[in-house]
């Protein structure tokens, strides 16, 4: 009884513990967070200056004893520590001191498919340090099929891909498991650095990550548009070392990245080659969802249709639909208990 009254003030809370950005869902207030998976740490003193939107301003910008870094991505232990303050940080700036004995939350978290053990670990610590009743990890392409209204429940081929900014992950879903899937490290971080290394080597142009995503996100395509895009490209000139500025269109960006897209849609072949029959004669018929911010890029949908013949749709707001996921299924006891992932049992062995 006492667990219904004071459930009642409790502020649950659904994360999405992504490699780019970290959004957080109260329940009854929705998307209260959404900012960059970055954080700041002086190396001298190993303190944590900035984390979010604060630190991702200082990318390209700091001296030396002070390093942005996306600790999700990295894949070195130190960096679990990081990701442990990180997301201490985002949960208690949802709750402002506000977290007592009775009200202690519980936290859903959405994670990447290929989570080890150690970064579970590190996750659920986190979180129950940062005043967590109870933490529930769900496998981040269940939480975005789920979100895409995908019948991942039911016996039939779902067929999801999240590309994020560190890893795409594909994956198909039948009976509320994962039965084949892949994840890589090629995703929306890869297509920036596409963009750096072309203007390094076709212009001798030094160009800025910051710079490359957002020429990726302005005027970025995987297929030939209706109209040419173009977009000016602000770097340092590698043979003068003075500011240069060179305008590039599509089909230059498009040239850049399409190996990386090529690489996606193989791995999305490859999912389907080690995909039993019936499942794939499922996902001939009912098609392809892309999610993740990666599904924003100009025409992906379409280049991935033509390449396997499958029709293919992009999910509604792809870039919050897993946190969305996350806060709904604080009020579905029974698919959440169905897709999480079972902490405890991990830990025995
Ligand atoms: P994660 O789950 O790994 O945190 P997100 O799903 O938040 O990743 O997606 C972030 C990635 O999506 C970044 O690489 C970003 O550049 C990319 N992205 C966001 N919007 C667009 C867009 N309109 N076109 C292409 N890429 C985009
Ligand atoms: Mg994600």
Request: net charge negative; no cysteine.
């Amino acid at each position: 009884m006492f667990e219904k009254l004071f459930g009642r003030l409790r502020k649950d809370i659904g994360i999405d513990l992504g490699t780019a950005n970290t959004l957080v869902y109260v329940k009854d207030r929705g998307i209260v967070i959404n900012e960059p998976s970055v954080v700041a740490v002086n190396t001298k003193t190993e303190q944590i200056l900035a984390v979010g939107n604060e630190a991702k301003e200082m990318l390209g910008k700091t001296p030396p004893h002070i390093v942005t870094t996306r600790p999700l991505i990295s894949g070195i232990i130190s960096d679990f520590e990081v990701t442990e303050k990180m997301l201490k940080y985002f949960i208690d700036k949802v709750y402002e001191d506000s977290i007592n004995f009775m009200s202690r939350p519980r936290v859903v978290i959405g994670a990447p498919l290929e989570i080890t053990e150690v970064e579970l670990k590190a996750i659920n610590d986190a979180a129950t340090n940062a005043g967590a009743r109870e933490v529930i990890v769900v496998q981040e392409p269940m939480a975005a099929a789920i979100g895409a209204r995908m019948l991942i429940r039911e016996p039939i081929g779902n067929f999801i891909v999240e590309i994020g900014g560190g890893t795409s992950e594909i994956a198909v879903i039948s009976l509320s498991g994962i039965v084949t899937w892949k994840s890589i490290p090629i995703a929306g971080d890869e297509l920036n650095k596409n963009i750096m290394q072309y203007a390094r080597e076709r212009f001798n142009l030094l160009l800025g990550e910051k710079q490359a995503e957002e020429i990726k996100i302005k005027i970025g395509s995987a297929i030939e548009l209706g109209e040419s895009l173009r977009f000016p490209m602000r770097g340092r000139d590698l043979v003068t070392g003075l500011p240069k500025e060179i305008m590039i269109d599509d089909s230059q960006v498009r040239e850049a990245i399409t190996k990386s897209l090529r690489t996606i849609i193989e791995n999305i072949k490859a999912v389907l080659e080690i995909t039993p029959p019936e499942l794939v004669a499922d996902i001939h018929e009912r098609g392809i969802v892309l999610s993740g911010g990666g599904a924003l890029l100009r025409g992906f949908d379409q280049l991935i249709a033509r390449a396997t013949e499958i029709p293919v749709r992009i999910a509604d707001d792809p870039l919050t639909s897993v946190v969305r996921v996350t806060g709904m299924l604080l009020d579905d006891e029974e698919l959440l208990s169905e897709i999480a992932i079972k902490m405890d049992n991990r830990k025995a062995s």
